[in-house]
């Protein structure tokens, strides 16, 4: 079958070989099974689809909630003489009886179907006159509350596939789920035993780092400074921030321009363009810059502040080097940013179910920025992608820090924490840890716990950090919701029953501490 599928590929598209990810997906697809594949943009979904279409009996099933993207692949399919069409908003009465028509006549080898269009019955007469052996739901992440860009009308196809005498195979595509997203949507979409397949993640030509507690002016002067050439974009979390790093720039006369929803749309177009032909180098936004902007020789992309979420994260840090050369992504790192994100969260539309998810995500966030672990590795497991190796060029490859032993002070923290039964947030916890007099913490009569006061030598702000780095780490989970609560996880009983160590970078920046003398 792969070979037919390879065949295919020459003969209508005049590609030699699939991509790696690719051939996976077909594969699996041939085989039979439902499929959720998790491919970048521009990593060639369509074709994971369409040559599969091409080998099997009857009429696939397109759902995309994309109208113009619809029409521009079904075009293109026409011209390689794929017979496809598609139902959408944008036909008319008459046409849209045609098309239905030449459906049920069984004409095309694939129909791409808007989900509004999707009703009960729709579907149902769909699927008594076609023999429809695939559904490929684009934009899959969409059934999901997790995803960014939840459709109500997504949902409710799972139920209508469920219910079909021949269950076709279901195939979701998606540029953006994390693993929590992946489950949810086969879950959502009833898809059996399915084929999770994620890869092209990395980004190797990036190298990524995080830098915690900097002067942040001076450190944007010496690295501006130092890349007087390149040119590179600047990230921040407001627009006020926005104009005064913008100012600072212009006054030390650099090139730079600045976007924001604050300013005009003509402003906007004019400086973008600018930025576009290098008439400035620096560009100072905040996360309205993005859309559309494909410029290839950005060199660096600088967060100011730490966004709300990785994929945020990965997507605006992600518009450095598109054209493949060496870049940079630089995150500056300020505890007191991880408030504004969450008051940015807490002012911001949505239901609490939204709000908890997006502080969940901030945690990741916020995790990514304390990690030891190698930068790429931790964005693309997040991403669900397993077993990459360390990039070896980002912050944390490139630490030549020292390893230290830090096995006891973590036991201590952990067996705390699990001490708690996961009722309480790391602040309790830091001070049950420092042994501290607060009125709740004897009310509810945690001075009781045998680690009262264990790390009572240490200040509260390290032990809170502590336990921040456990979570980091993976030894701690914080929940969902807005008092977020810490417990342990699988990874913290290997290190309190003594089998494994822990051990953490010595930074300037964090301090050793001597547990006790032993
Ligand atoms: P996505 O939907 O994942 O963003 P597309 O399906 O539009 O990506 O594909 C991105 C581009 O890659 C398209 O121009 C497509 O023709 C091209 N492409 C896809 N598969 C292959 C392949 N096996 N070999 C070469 N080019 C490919
Ligand atoms: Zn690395």
Known sequence: MLEQARAELKRVYGYDSF?????????????????????????????????????????????????????????????LGIPAAFLNSSLGAVEY???????????????????????????????????????????????????????????????????????????????????????DVSAMLGMHDPNIFVSGFARPNLSLSVISGADKKKFLQKFITEREEQSGIIYTATRKEAESVHDQLVRKGIAAGKYHGGLSDEERATTQERFRFDELRVMVATNAFGMGIDKPNVRYVLHWQMPGD??????????????????????????????????????????TERKSIQLSKLNTMMNYSRTHRC?????????????????????????KSELVDRTSEAQKALSCVGRMRGRFGVTMAAKVLKGSRDKRLLEFRLDELTTYGLLSSWPEKEITDWLYWLVAEGYLRMSDGQYPTVSLTTNALPVLEGKE??????????????????
């Open 19 to 79: 991509r790696p990810g690719q051939e996976a997906i077909i594969q699996g697809i041939l085989e039979g099974r439902d499929t959720l594949a998790i491919l970048p943009t521009g990593g060639g979904k369509s074709v994971c689809y369409q040559i599969p279409s091409l080998l099997l009996n009857g009429t696939t099933l397109v759902v995309s909630p994309l109208i113009s993207l619809m029409k521009d692949q079904v075009d293109a399919l026409n011209r």
């Open 97 to 183: 009886r045609e098309v239905l028509r030449s459906a049920f006549r069984g004409d095309y080898k694939l129909l791409y179907v808007a989900p509004e269009r999707l009703d009960a019955p729709m579907f149902s007469s769909l699927s008594e006159q076609m023999e429809i052996p695939m559904i490929a739901i684009d934009e899959a992440h969409c059934v999901s509350q997790w995803g960014h860009d939840f459709r109500p009308s997504y949902r409710q196809l799972a139920g209508w596939i469920g219910q079909l005498a021949n269950r076709p195979l279901v195939a979701g595509f998606t540029a953006t789920a994390t693993d929590e997203v992946a489950r």
């Open 310 to 351: 990785v994929e945020s994260y990965y997507q605006e840090a992600g518009r450095a080097g598109r054209d493949g050369e060496e870049s940079e992504c630089i995150l500056l790192f300020e505890p007191q940013d991880v408030q504004v994100q969450r008051f940015l969260i807490e002012q911001g539309v949505g239901d």
């Open 375 to 399: 930068l790429q590795q931790f964005i693309v497991d997040y991403f669900g992608e397993k077993n990459v190796e360390p990039c070896g060029k980002c912050g944390n490859c490139l630490d």
């Open 501 to 518: 160590t822990v051990m953490q970078r010595l930074r300037t920046t964090v301090k050793r501490r001597d547990s006790g003398q032993g």
